[in-house]
């Protein structure tokens, strides 16, 4: 583990990881980009790169991707090879390497099937309907499915530790930022029963690091 948070992470939950209803999920995708980000599609491999942050090697979403998605949506993703899951639990420390402005974000996408076709969990600075929301991406523009949400994600210029819990039987979509124990955004939504997994931005920057992915292949 290389940033503080992943240490904690890892004392709190290295023994067990348990899906909704209770089984072990294994583990089925990691990557702390010490050999690189090879297993990794950018929408435009260009505004990604691999740098040297002060506890090794991140993943850096360093500057606007040229990517126009079909619809509204996140224009900056980048999609792990590999991870086509169903139920699942997705962690990853995140730095926001922006500004502060209302919008400060970052986003996870999951579900994902198609460039049309997604889920995906934005945690913004300051809660709007389209900001620090769960959304789906329905051959539509983004759409907002949050039952429950926080004021605004306390963005700063530290390292942060995020997770996606899915569950598509019962729906359950279960987002959680630095404390593990309970969720800073829910949504029951059966629409997308598996997908890919990814990390990005919708048009800010940031780095990424120390992903993991336990959950059950298609």
Do not use: C
């Not at 039952?147 to 605004?152: R, Y």
């Not at 598996?194 to 990390?199: C, D, R, S």
């Amino acid at each position: 583990m290389k940033h503080l948070t992943s240490l904690l992470t890892a004392f709190l939950f290295a023994s067990l990881t348990f899906s909704a209803v209770g089984a072990e999920l294994p583990l089925v995708f990691e990557d702390d980009f010490e050999k690189g980000a090879d297993r990794w599609k950018p929408t435009d491999p260009a505004a990604w790169k691999l740098i040297d942050s002060k506890a090794g090697k991140a993943f850096s979403l360093f500057q606007q991707s040229k990517y126009k998605p079909v619809h509204r949506s996140p224009f900056n993703i980048a999609l792990a090879d590999g991870t086509e899951v169903t139920e699942f639990k997705l962690e990853a420390d995140v730095l926001s390497t922006v500004r502060e402005y209302p919008h400060r974000s970052m986003v996870m996408v999951f579900g994902y099937q198609d460039p049309s076709h997604f889920y995906y969990v934005h945690f913004g600075k300051k809660t709007d309907d389209h900001a620090n929301q769960i959304f789906i991406v329905n051959d539509a523009p983004r759409t907002k499915i949050s039952t429950k949400t926080t004021p605004g994600t306390d963005w700063d210029d530290q390292w942060h530790h995020v997770k996606v819990e899915r569950n598509p039987t019962t729906g359950d979509i279960k987002i959680f930022f630095d404390n593990m124990h309970e969720p800073v955004m829910t949504a029951v939504d059966k629409t997308f029963a598996w997908g890919k997994v990814g990390l990005g931005a919708f048009d800010d920057l940031g780095d990424w690091d120390n992903v993991k992915l336990w959950g059950v292949k298609k």
